[in-house]
């Protein structure tokens, strides 16, 4: 009897120091979650769509969840006047860009953690790694920094501010995204992080498909591929369409 006291209570200890252990360490098994889409189709028609997450935490502590599209390069242009008329004069490009970024927080960020950790992790708008080529100060770049991010707030392919994550009970949370009609395709990133006491103990990462299906699919795909006769067949439809127009007209 005391023998097996004796390997329980053992047993019991080795368990209360590997927990002890763990706790401070990054764990990629103390957060689970799940999707309610793994993929979205855009067909003809396609006017957004609502994405919820789950998600259920095995330790103490705030989240935070990042959405992040595909990457691309991008060019942001200033605009003067000349002669009395804007046109545009300097320009700035910008490399791996997320095509579309949203995040979510269970508290303001501020009281989560630090910078540092935000930075790392990229959590936050202030803390997205936009990378300028060239050799521009942080000063040169900032303007156009700013201007980019406003540009896909504008389009709605940027948060203007976090989502909410809401929890259920102590470990079972759920945030919803609602996805514009103009969303990219591509293949998509979900990071959610938990933070206890300011340092990242867990991390978890999932992935979400967002495509053209259908007819719109061909249409994407043909306009990509042949982007001069793309071009040439809207104007010339947009040209028969004013002429069928204006005959209709005249014989009213």
């Known amino acids: 009897m005391m023998r097996r006291l004796f390997h329980i209570s053992l047993?019991?200890?080795?368990?209360?120091?590997?927990?002890?252990?763990?706790?401070?360490?990054?764990?990629?098994?103390?957060?689970?979650?799940?999707?309610?889409?793994?993929?979205?189709?855009?067909?003809?028609?396609?006017?957004?769509?609502?994405?919820?997450?789950?998600?259920?935490?095995m330790l103490p502590g705030d989240v935070a969840l990042t959405l992040t599209g595909p990457e691309r390069?991008?060019?942001?242009?200033r605009k003067d006047k000349v002669f009395g008329m804007w046109m545009n004069r300097e320009s700035m490009t910008f490399r791996n860009i997320p095509a579309y970024y949203d995040f979510a927080t269970s508290r303001p960020l501020q009281n989560i953690t630090d910078r540092a950790v935000l930075e790392e992790n990229t959590i936050g708008l202030d803390f997205l790694n936009l990378e300028a080529l060239g050799r521009a100060s942080p000063q040169d770049v900032e303007?156009?920094?700013?201007?980019?991010?406003?540009?896909?707030?504008v389009a709605g392919l940027y948060a203007l501010e976090p989502e909410t994550i809401g929890f259920i009970n102590n470990q079972f949370f759920r945030v919803?995204?609602?996805?514009?009609?103009?969303?990219?395709s591509g293949e998509y990133k979900i990071e959610t992080y938990l933070i206890n006491e300011g340092v990242v103990v867990g991390r978890h990462q999932s992935t979400l498909r967002i495509g053209q299906v259908g007819a719109s699919a061909s249409i994407y795909k043909f306009a990509n591929q042949n982007e001069i006769f793309y071009g040439f067949a809207a104007v010339l439809l947009a040209l028969m369409s004013?002429?069928?127009g204006y005959y209709i007209m005249r014989r009213d």
Do not use: W
Not at 73 to 77: A, G, I, K, L
Not at 143 to 153: D, G, M, S, V
Not at 176 to 184: E, G, I, K, W
């Open 242 to 244: 004013g002429i069928i």
């Open 143 to 153: 303007p156009y920094r700013e201007a980019l991010i406003r540009n896909k707030q």
């Open 11 to 57: 047993c019991a200890l080795f368990a209360f120091a590997a927990l002890l252990s763990a706790k401070p360490s990054m764990a990629d098994d103390v957060l689970a979650v799940d999707l309610s889409d793994r993929s979205i189709n855009i067909t003809t028609g396609f006017n957004g769509a609502r994405l919820s997450i789950h998600g259920v935490k």
């Open 73 to 77: 390069r991008m060019v942001v242009r």
């Open 176 to 184: 919803d995204f609602d996805l514009p009609p103009n969303v990219p």
